[in-house]
């Protein structure tokens, strides 16, 4: 992971923090203020580790999963952490593009939704990622979040998911995508999804299948 370089400014986004178990975001106005409401969730619900050191770990390897090298730095060359690019930026119009291209046409001719258990399985890592995160996404999230909820039937709308930092797509409508749909929605973006990510387990098995 990696760790914060300047506890004494509000990161990008701002002091939030997805508490995995209980699925509760944490908000404080401040690196202490977070780390004390963190320990005081943990502490109510009996949650560890609760000693402040860890804690403070904890938070900003979860802020930096959402930051990138000029805001962070690697815990060293085992580090797993994947730093969001300098220039990345989810609102620029290129992102727009290609998301509406990829999906919003997809929805719009009704197509084939996957099956439930993936769903599901999908919703799940993205409910216990930091980058499943509403922080300063401003009035275009407002815009988008409109559309999808237009566009993605009722039935199969998930709670807990929100906007991807790292691909700026609403996740109530990709985990609904066939895998064809979710590369095509991210062609030519070169998006760095952490390890855990299930978009990162389709675009590496495509990648795979292209070279083999």
Known sequence: MALYRFPEMNPPGGWLYRQAESKAIIVGES??????????H??????????????????????????????CKSEGPEDTWVPVPSKHNIFDIETIRSFSAAAWSWLKEGGKLIDEPEAERRAEICRA????????????RCHLAKVVGTLVPEKRKLDGLTMCV???CDLRAKILMPEDVIVKSD??????????????????SHKSLRTD
């Open 129 to 140: 990622c930091p980058a499943n995160s509403d922080a300063g996404q401003g009035c275009m």
């Open 42 to 71: 943990r502490r109510h619900k009996g949650y560890k580790p609760i000693d402040r050191s860890s804690v403070i770990l904890d938070v900003e390897r979860q802020i930096c999963t959402r930051l990138g090298s000029q805001q």
């Open 166 to 168: 790292f691909c700026g």
């Open 187 to 204: 062609q030519g973006r070169d998006i760095k999804y952490p390890l855990h990510c299930w978009q990162r387990e389709i675009l590496d």
């Open 31 to 40: 690196h202490y203020d977070l780390v004390n409401l963190v320990i005081a």
